[in-house]
């Protein structure tokens, strides 16, 4: 297995706090030198929400476009994506910051159970996120917590509601969703292959302990891996991840073991059929 392997980092989320662990990057300061020490070990995409100073979620678009500015400065070429997901805001505030243009964004096209309430992604919400999406010329990454939105999915592209090959990602580990079940996965990837051809690219995603887990079904399946403190602020039972790029590099060490290069970002935009940025070049990457 040589292909390419995309690493894609979630540096913050809408529930960790230092308190949880205190490398969890809390401002727009904090999240821009985390993400920049994440490129630099390997990661090329970053995954972004924002939070206010007590630490609790934020939709606020200002601080969107601060965190996109700081990221494009220091991380030249990394691929920015928003997430739209529904513990940072309620209803269209989920798609306040989509004018900003980032490259990508995280899109749930069904609603399941979370630890304590129902994740509701109801009907009417998804079409008009995946209509500004489109608006906007983002790359919507179809967040799957279940099978059934791997279907709606193709059902929303055949139906020109998403542009190009979804990149699907599949949660697992959620409580109450999607355990982390090996014949779920494998069914996973045979479902992306047959609605979207063999060659149509996906990313997996574990919460908590069952992010080492995913990070090496998937990259050892030939896909793509998250990793990052929004889903799992410890590298063991006993010790607490020191900072995001220490999780990208174990996600590094992984691919190295199963003979996949690890993506440059020039690489992952064109796994996923994303644009350059202008007057940027390879050299450029740190």
């Known amino acids: 297995m040589t292909s390419p392997c995309i690493i894609c980092v979630a540096i913050t989320g809408s529930l960790p706090t230092k308190a949880n662990n205190p490398a969890v990057p809390i401002t727009v300061s904090e999240q821009v030198e985390s993400t920049h020490e994440a490129f630099e070990a390997g990661a090329s995409i970053v995954h972004a929400h924002v939070r206010n100073d007590d630490e609790t979620p ?42 900003l243009g980032p490259d990508m964004a995280s899109l749930s096209v069904g609603s399941n159970n979370f630890p304590t309430r129902v994740y509701e992604n109801p009907p009417d919400l998804v079409d008009w996120l995946a209509s ?82 995913l990070n090496e079904w998937a990259i050892a399946a030939g896909g793509h891996a998250r990793t990052g403190l929004e889903d799992n602020v410890r590298l063991d039972r006993d010790r607490l991840a020191p900072s995001n790029a220490a999780l990208v590099r174990r996600a590094a060490e992984i691919c190295e073991r199963h003979n996949r290069p690890i993506a440059t970002w020039t690489e992952a935009r064109r796994i996923l059929g994303l644009r350059l940025p202008k007057d940027r070049t390879e050299g450029q990457a740190a």
């Open 58 to 99: 934020s939709s606020d678009p200002e601080k969107f476009a601060a965190l996109k500015e700081g990221i494009e400065k220091h991380c030249p070429g990394m691929i920015i994506q928003f997430s739209t997901g529904g513990r940072s805001g309620a209803g269209q505030t989920r798609g306040g910051m989509l004018s």
């Open 132 to 213: 500004e999406i489109l608006a906007y010329d983002v790359k919507p990454e179809i967040e799957a917590f279940d099978l059934s939105h791997i279907l709606k999915a193709k059902d929303m592209a055949d139906k020109g509601q998403l542009a190009g090959t979804p990149y699907v990602q599949f949660v697992m580990g959620v409580k109450n969703a999607m355990p982390v079940d090996r014949d779920v996965f494998d069914y996973y990837i045979h479902t992306v292959h047959r609605l979207f051809g063999a060659g149509a690219p996906w990313c997996a995603a574990g919460i908590g302990s069952n992010q080492l887990t």
